[in-house]
């Protein structure tokens, strides 16, 4: 018997030790007597103890792998057909400029008609059940809404039954797009960015059509007007680490002018970004604890208590994943506007990384497809980590594109979430 490599340990201040285990998702306390001698000096002679212990996951037999159920696991994910998703780019081009956008650089394309009736045919093709959820993406995607009404009526009239969220600086929005995608779409939903207020948020989106006076209300106003059609609306501020007082205030002016709307078809959270060099500003230990921070302000303030705890659990960053990220199932792909397909939109820029093209289909021998459905755990920090359960591994994508470097920032943090999610727990329960 020895202990499970997925258990975190974290200390508190009265001699007592809480452990987590990542895989099972058991958490206990004991003292830190018992927790020396059976997790520090291997002493296993308490039977009983160690029983339970083993029952809930936090001790597991010599013989057991755990890397290979956590593989298998990952397996059947990645290979699951039964749920059908694609990103699509209707357009690069965007009626706002923000400063952090990742895509500049980006080839400025528009679909066109032939693109988006070859884009039909490939998903056809490669999503042959009638069933498909398509995140609509760019650019600002409805600058360019003939793409998306030619693209959706055509798969509407070859039988396919749709679902929709859409990534939009929301500037664009009108009653009758949103009856379009309430007509064409069984579940519709949208993320929107708000990073300031008033003229503070035009000096960051900088819009090309709209003004400093009329730039933030337009988009509050189409807020509430997805809000006010059933509409689920995320609308998210984007922040640097550095400035996360200032991202917390935005909140709250947020959370004051969306206080009328309906709490159950709006949530309101923070997003911390980075650009080149900005990281290199902060020590690891402001880091480590601007993220809690972070974690549990957007916790705190965006609790819906009928939950069950395996949403807690993900409320704090601690609940199990099957596989790295949807991306890496055999059956989500990104449609670029160009019709390049890639295995996730954050490789829209980068040529190379094109696992085919829309009017000739896919490449599944292309390297990045192939490390993208790859169910083995190949790293060997990922496959000695006890976050493993929970991140899988990390973003493939990032570790691509910066030659397999990932900082695992949840490794770092992983007792101070654990010590964050039984405080909670305490709280609750008093």
């Known amino acids: ?123 056809k093709d490669f999503y042959p059940e009638k069933e498909l959820s398509i995140k609509w993406f760019g650019g600002e995607p409805l600058y360019n809404f003939g793409a998306i009404r030619t693209i959706t009526d055509e798969l509407r009239n070859n039988g396919y039954t749709l679902k929709a969220h859409i990534t939009s600086n929301g ?94 078809l709006y949530i309101i959270y923070l997003a911390a970004i980075t650009l080149p060099q900005s990281d290199k500003k902060i020590t690891p230990e402001e880091y480590r604890d601007l993220s809690i921070r972070a974690l549990l302000y957007n916790r705190r303030h965006n609790q819906i208590e009928e939950k069950d705890s395996k949403y807690q659990l993900y409320l704090f960053d601690l609940l199990p994943q099957k596989s790295p990220c949807a991306a890496t199932n055999v059956k989500n792909l990104s449609i670029t506007a160009d019709g390049y397909i890639f295995k996730c939109h954050r490789f829209a820029q980068h040529d190379n990384y094109s696992i085919g093209h829309v009017s000739k289909g896919v490449d599944i021998n292309h390297f990045c497809y192939s490390d993208f459905v790859d169910y083995h755990i190949t790293n060997p920090d990922c496959r000695a980590c006890n976050i493993l359960p929970i991140c899988q591994g990390g973003c493939k994508a990032i570790q691509q594109l910066n030659t397999g470097d990932l900082f695992c920032d949840l490794k770092e943090l992983g007792p101070s979430l654990v010590r964050a999610y039984y405080d909670y727990i305490i709280d609750k329960d008093s």
């Open 171 to 264: 500037s664009l929005l009108t009653q009758e797009i949103i009856d379009y995608f309430k007509d064409n779409y069984e579940i519709v939903t949208f993320q929107v960015t708000i990073d300031d207020v008033g003229e503070n948020y035009y000096r960051i989106k900088k819009y090309i059509d709209l003004t400093e006076a009329n730039a933030f209300q337009t988009v509050v106003d189409n807020c509430k007007m997805l809000i006010d059609n059933n509409i689920y609306v995320s609308i998210r501020i984007n922040y640097l680490f550095q400035k996360l007082d200032d991202a917390i205030e935005i909140f709250h002016k947020l959370e004051t002018i969306f206080s009328d709307c309906d709490p159950e």
């Open 1 to 123: 018997m020895e202990a499970s490599t997925f258990n975190i340990y974290s200390m508190l201040p009265d001699d007592q030790v809480i452990i987590y285990n990542t895989f099972s998702t058991s958490l206990i306390v004991i003292p830190i007597s018992i927790y020396n001698q059976i997790f520090v000096n291997s002493i296993l002679d308490d039977t009983e103890t160690v029983n339970q212990l083993q029952e809930l996951g936090f001790l597991v037999s010599n013989t057991l792998d755990e890397l290979s159920e956590i593989e298998l696991m990952r397996k059947e994910e990645i290979e699951r057909t039964d749920e059908q998703v694609v990103t699509i780019f209707s357009t690069n081009r965007c009626n706002a400029r923000c400063y952090y956008c990742f895509e500049k650089g980006i080839n400025d394309h528009h679909m066109s008609e032939i693109t988006a009736l070859d884009t039909v045919r490939f998903i």
